[in-house]
């Protein structure tokens, strides 16, 4: 084998970055929608979060073994995505199924558009990782019609309420790559 290029090395170390950052986000997603269920457990939309909930652990599962199988380094902030993930989806549950809801294309399109950018970064390299996120990113966006259908918007606030989600969401992302 001969020695890898320069090229290859930064290479890895972008995809890395990539498997770094979407663990931590399907991670902090599992951990929302067990906040959300941790109050709504028994409301009218129990079903929908769970079905959401269950396939974000899929996610998870996938990136676990991922970080394993090519010895990415997690983030240093799972604890706190750990807790901040569950205040999240526990805190905004509390307010009502609809801004549990708004919560949700909140971080869902947060992260469309993500996995959109990685999947344009790869192009033709990694086509395995590349279904991956091309299979994640239309379940994420099945999320975000499961919550509009929710009637998200109607949640009183739900500009202020999705905008500082939003940063918050793209904070994390930003933090998550490197840290
Ligand atoms: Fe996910
Ligand atoms: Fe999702």
Known sequence: M????????????????MIRVDHAGEYGAARIYAG??????RGGKADLIRHMRDQEQVHLDT??????????????LLPFWHLAGFMLGAATAVLGERAAMACTVAVEETIDA?????????????????????????EEREHRD????????????????????????????????RL
Not at 2 to 17: F, I, K, N, Y
Request: overall charge positive.
């Open 63 to 76: 990136f676990n073994a991922l970080v394993g199988d090519r010895r990415v380094r997690p983030t240093v």
């Open 114 to 138: 993500h996995y959109t950018a990685q999947i344009d970064r790869l192009g033709e390299s990694e086509p395995a990782l590349r279904g991956t996120l091309q299979k994640f990113r239309g």
């Open 2 to 17: 001969s020695a890898p290029l320069p090229g290859d090395r930064s290479r890895e170390a972008t995809v890395h970055r």
């Open 36 to 41: 959300q269920l941790a109050v709504l457990r």
């Open 146 to 177: 499961i919550a509009l259908a929710s009637e998200a918007e109607l949640t009183p606030g739900y500009r202020l309420l999705s905008a500082a989600i939003r940063a918050g969401c793209r904070t994390a992302i930003g933090l998550s790559e």
